[in-house]
T-cell receptor, first 111, second 112 residues
Framework: SQQGEEDPQALSIQEGENATMNCSYK?????LQWYRQNSGRGLVHLIL?????REKHSGRLRVTLDTSKKSSSLLITASRAADTASYFC???????????FGKGTKLTVNP | NAGVTQTPKFQVLKTGQSMTLQCAQD?????MSWYRQDPGMGLRLIHY???????DQGEVPNGYNVSRSTTEDFPLRLLSAAPSQTSVYFC???????????FGPGTRLTVL
């Protein structure tokens, strides 16, 4: 079964707006990662947050982690049309070597 | 570095045929994994390996075999293709000490 579940499944916004995606997971983790996938391409790593961190920034990306609620959010600020892609969270379920992905949020940024 | 490479990019099989999807990485990564991606299902782990000679099952291993004779290569074998195996297959690798996973470009497989 999927470890991570993203919410919403799809999100459509205008260029310049902020986009927020959420991820919930079931078991304890060592870290949580966010990946991006452009249509028809492989996944690209965006950012990793460890279980002892609460917030992390990278450029226009801001990730938060709440281990008590087993949830994370990815915020993309000042979105651009080029941010249109699917975004996935991934966790090392129970600290194992396996990386388990959620079903993804499809983000569309309209020019 | 070429990173993670996969061949072929596209493949069409008939039910019952067998084939091998190739995956190679030139980053000397210990960990390698195979995922399949289906619409609305995200990525599901098929098999993974933590080093040469060591493999283990993921979430959906049935119908697939893997082996890891070298650090660089991690082929995925479909023993007897079924229409349910129509999917996009991604190979990925990562260093044991770093959690970032690097993905190949994918193989789009259709089983008729």
């Amino acid at each position: 079964s999927q470890q991570g579940e993203e919410d919403p499944q799809a999100l459509s916004i205008q260029e310049g707006e902020n986009a927020t995606m959420n991820c919930s997971y079931k078991t304890s983790i060592n870290n949580l990662q966010w990946y991006r996938q452009n249509s028809g391409r492989g996944l690209v790593h965006l950012i990793l947050i460890r279980s002892n961190e609460r917030e992390k920034h990278s450029g226009r990306l801001r990730v938060t982690l709440d281990t008590s609620k087993k949830s994370s959010s990815l915020l993309i600020t000042a979105s651009r049309a080029a941010d249109t892609a699917s975004y996935f969270c991934a966790t090392d379920a129970d600290g194992s070597e396996k990386l388990v992905f959620g079903k993804g949020t499809k983000l569309t940024v309209n020019p | 570095n070429a990173g993670v490479t996969q061949t072929p990019k596209f493949q069409v099989l008939k039910t019952g045929q067998s084939m091998t999807l190739q995956c190679a990485q030139d980053m000397n990564h210990e960990y390698m994994s195979w995922y399949r991606q289906d619409p609305g299902m995200g990525l599901r782990l098929i098999h993974y390996s933590v080093g040469a000679g060591i493999t283990d099952q993921g979430e959906v291993p049935n119908g697939y075999n893997v082996s890891r004779s070298t650090t660089e290569d991690f082929p995925l074998r479909l023993l007897s293709a079924a229409p349910s195996q129509t999917s996009v297959y991604f190979c990925a690798s990562r260093n044991r000490d770093h959690d970032t996973q690097y993905f190949g470009p994918g193989t789009r497989l259709t089983v008729l």
